[in-house]
């Protein structure tokens, strides 16, 4: 009897921790990138993992090739784990988006409210709004 007990708790236990591994797995169809914001920010992608600007083409190439899932993931934070609010001027001025490292302003990301970071630059005065920590699908740490 005891030793039913101590193997029942230990599928009991082996099951909690598959379904929890599971559910943080990423949804790979998710993960899904607009072609020009991938343009915009695969750059960050790339420095992020140092390629030297002489042969960022082949060897970046070839990494994203070997490492799809995780490109894909580091893409969708530079990309997806944020918005701007543009407020546009009388000029028309917004910031430049592909300007925007989000990783710069991760140390104040919420765990559940999104937050609203004000930009004011050379004309332009716009918001970022970090996605709350709880609704990324990745996150660099």
């Known amino acids: 009897m005891y030793i039913m007990k101590k193997l029942l708790l230990l599928i009991t236990l082996s099951l909690l921790t598959i379904s929890s591994i599971k559910s ?11 072609p020009i914001k991938e343009k915009m920010y695969s750059p960050y992608v790339e420095y992020r993992h140092g390629f030297d600007a002489d042969v960022i083409t ?3 190439q070839k990494w994203k090739e070997d490492n ?5 993931k580091e893409l969708w934070y530079y990309s997806e784990s944020f918005y701007v609010i543009h407020h546009v001027n009388d000029e ?7 300007t925007i490292d989000i ?3 991760d140390s104040v990301r919420d765990l559940t409210n999104e937050v609203s970071i004000p930009l004011n630059g050379a004309g332009f005065n ?12 990745f ?3």
């Open 24 to 34: 943080q797995t990423i949804d790979l169809g998710k993960l899904r990138v607009d």
């Open 58 to 60: 082949r060897s970046f």
């Open 68 to 72: 799809k899932y995780q490109y894909l």
């Open 92 to 98: 028309g001025i917004t910031i430049d988006e592909s």
């Open 103 to 105: 990783s710069r302003f």
């Open 126 to 137: 716009d918001t970022i709004v970090l996605l709350p920590i709880n609704k990324l699908l």
């Open 139 to 141: 996150n660099l740490k």
